[in-house]
């Protein structure tokens, strides 16, 4: 079992930043594919980012939001700058035992294992 736990939520103002940080149980973190996905009041779950043979991301969000990792950490980070109203969600943390070489898979919400309980972030306006 894989445990995940997140953090970094909060509420920020437009335009600001914040890092979401999840550290992860688990003694192989490097071979692991870690992905971030949101979901929103009343919208299904979507894929944000993740890292695993490569780094993925969805198209509207490259370029502002930045996915890391530390392997000696346990820990993958989603920097996320010049917030906008709109990606206030439940981000959400999931992780999966191989690496994904494939965007299409990496994205999938089916693909993950295992699942972190959530960070809120409010960005208002």
């Known amino acids: 079992q894989v445990q995940l736990v997140e953090s970094g939520g909060g509420l920020v103002q437009a335009g600001g930043s914040l890092r979401l940080s999840c550290a992860a149980s688990?003694?192989?973190?490097?071979?692991?594919?870690m992905g971030w996905f949101r979901q929103a009041p009343g919208k299904e779950r979507e894929f944000v980012a993740a890292?695993?043979?490569?780094?993925y991301y969805t198209d509207s969000l490259k370029g502002r939001f930045t996915i890391s990792r530390d392997n000696a950490k346990n820990t993958v980070y989603l920097q996320m700058n010049l917030l906008k109203p709109e990606d206030t969600a439940v981000y959400y943390c999931?992780?999966?035992?191989?690496?994904?070489?494939?965007?299409?898979?990496?994205?999938?919400?089916?693909?993950?294992?295992?699942w972190g309980q959530g960070t809120q972030v409010t960005v208002s306006s």
């Open positions: 999931a992780a999966k035992s191989t690496l994904a070489f494939s965007r299409l898979i990496a994205a999938r919400n089916d693909y993950y294992d295992y």
């Open positions: 688990g003694r192989t973190f490097s071979s692991y594919t």
């Open positions: 890292v695993g043979g490569n780094t």
